[in-house]
């Protein structure tokens, strides 16, 4: 039998991983708020201990990982870079960039595959397949931070955009209500530019790397193209604005349309 799988948060994405790797002959024991984890870490030998918990709760989580387990750490949260496990000691985590989203009520909804890099990226990707989610490993660290950037690229560019509404125009940068990621690359191009050149000034910022931006834009409408009636403006799109804000304030950064937006919000 297979070792068990541990997965630290059981919101809409932990549960799909669970179904999957469950699929995939894996036991699997969930931690939750009321779970003792150093209790649990010294009852089993999980193969892998997989962080499934929102951006925000994820630095709390990292350091609850008992010593003994942390030769076996994968993540999978948005607007994730090195620098959020780098602190923690982790040895060769794995991560994946999650493109896939599961809402209450709702099944699964792919854009394209979820690619992940690390020890245990295989696991992750077979047992994805098994539930029809398409997920692959890629070669090394670069292709991972690469596919790391742009996701949090796609994310940020798409929901601060979304909050340049109509109500609040922008010296012409301005997009409707409601507005999906079809009417932000056809209907409002310059505002996607505008903001991804912030969004991307940022990420370089944090990650102390420079990216091509051409094949960061192509590999966005990619992924536009995998939902076209994706809408732009979450929920956490007002918070997630207001965390790149901070950090371009941390790094000493110009970030005008970034700016620019939150004086109309």
Same mark, same amino acid.
């Given at each position: ?36 984890? %150093? ?62 989203e599961k809402k209450k009520g709702m099944d699964s909804k792919v854009l394209i595959s979820s690619p992940a890099f690390g020890p245990k990226a295989q696991i992750l990707a077979d047992s994805l397949a098994l539930i029809d989610i398409p997920a692959h490993a890629v070669a090394n660290e670069d292709e ?82 995998? %939902? ?38």
């Amino acid at each position: 039998m297979n070792k068990p799988i541990v997965v630290l948060g059981i919101g809409e994405l932990g549960s799909v991983f669970s179904r999957a790797f469950l699929r995939n002959n894996y036991p699997v024991y969930p931690i939750t708020r009321a779970t003792d984890i %150093d209790e649990l870490s010294s009852s089993i030998d999980p193969e892998m201990i997989l962080v499934c918990t929102a951006e925000g709760d994820l630095q709390s989580a990292l350091s609850s990982i008992p010593n003994k387990w942390k030769d076996r750490v994968a993540m999978m949260q948005n607007e994730l870079l090195p620098r959020d496990w780098e602190t923690h000691n982790f040895s060769n985590p794995t991560v994946i960039s999650v493109w896939f989203e599961k809402k209450k009520g709702m099944d699964s909804k792919v854009l394209i595959s979820s690619p992940a890099f690390g020890p245990k990226a295989q696991i992750l990707a077979d047992s994805l397949a098994l539930i029809d989610i398409p997920a692959h490993a890629v070669a090394n660290e670069d292709e991972l931070l690469f596919e790391l950037v742009l996701k949090n690229l796609y994310i940020l560019t798409t929901n601060i955009a979304g909050l340049a509404i109509h109500s609040s125009p922008l010296g012409g940068l301005a997009i409707e209500p409601g507005a999906n990621v079809d009417d932000l690359r056809n209907n409002h191009l310059d505002l996607m530019r505008e903001v991804s050149k912030d969004v991307l000034k940022l990420q370089e910022s944090l990650t102390g790397k420079t990216f091509n931006e051409s094949e960061l834009e192509k590999g966005m409408i990619k992924a536009f193209e995998g %939902d076209l009636e994706h809408g732009c403006m979450g929920r956490s799109a007002p918070a997630r604005l207001d965390r790149a804000l901070e950090l371009a304030k941390e790094f000493k950064l110009k970030v005008s349309t970034l700016q620019k937006i939150k004086s109309k919000n």
